[in-house]
C-alpha cells in the first residue's frame, strides 16, 4: 500500500486547493499553487490527494486569493462547502517541463542533503515559502524541532534528482 501511494504522489503534483463555497449555486473558490494561476484549468481532470475523486472543473471570475470554479456535479453551497480544503492533484505528464533550475516541490521531499564535505545534514520534510523564498524544512537525526535552509543557488549549489540527494554550503553558524 505505501509503495502504491508514494507511486500516486510521485506521478501527480498538487496544484491548488478547494478553499470554500462562492456563492449559493455551487460554485467554490479556488486557489491555484501554478505560476501561472490560471493554467490550473489547462491540467485537468485534477484528483484529490488519495485519487478516490476526480474533479472536472471550467474557471470562472478572478476572486480574492484565488478564482470562482465550477466542478462537475457540484450543485449546491453545501456542496461546494464539503470541498473545503480538498487538495487538487494533476498528472505529472500534463504538466509543464521545468528549466534546469526550477523543481517541483514534491520532488524534493524526502532528499538527503550533504553539506560540500560529504557530510548528511538531515532530509527535507518540507518546501515552505513565507513571501520572501523558499526555504527547505530539514529534519535531522538526534535534533528536536526543524532545519530551516534557504533554497538559493548559493546556499543549495546542486540538486541531483536522479541521486535523490542534494549539496548544501551553508554560512557557517546558519546551522549549529
Known amino acids: 500500500m505505501a509503495q502504491e501511494n508514494d507511486h500516486m504522489t510521485k506521478s501527480r503534483i498538487c496544484v491548488g486547493a478547494i478553499a470554500g463555497a462562492y456563492g449559493v449555486r455551487g460554485e467554490v473558490r479556488l486557489k491555484s499553487f501554478c505560476a501561472d494561476p490560471g493554467a490550473i484549468a489547462d491540467y485537468g481532470p485534477l484528483w484529490s490527494e488519495d485519487g478516490a475523486r476526480e474533479f472536472k472543473l471550467t474557471l470562472g471570475a478572478q476572486v480574492a486569493q484565488g478564482f470562482s470554479a465550477r466542478i462537475g456535479g457540484v450543485n449546491t453551497r453545501e456542496q461546494a462547502d464539503a470541498l473545503r480544503g480538498v487538495r487538487l492533484f494533476a498528472e505529472r505528464d500534463k504538466l509543464p517541463a521545468l528549466p534546469d533550475d526550477e523543481y517541483y516541490h514534491a520532488d524534493l ?25 523558499d526555504l527547505l524544512e530539514l529534519v535531522v537525526p538526534g535534533r528536536k524541532g526543524a532545519v530551516l535552509l534557504p533554497f538559493t543557488q548559493a546556499i543549495v549549489p546542486t540538486v541531483d534528482l536522479a541521486s535523490r540527494r542534494i549539496i548544501a554550503d551553508p554560512p557557517e553558524g546558519l546551522i549549529e
Open 109 to 133: 521531499i524526502g532528499l538527503e542533503v550533504f553539506d560540500t564535505g560529504g557530510v548528511s545534514m538531515g532530509r527535507v520534510k518540507a518546501v515552505l515559502n513565507h513571501g520572501a523564498s
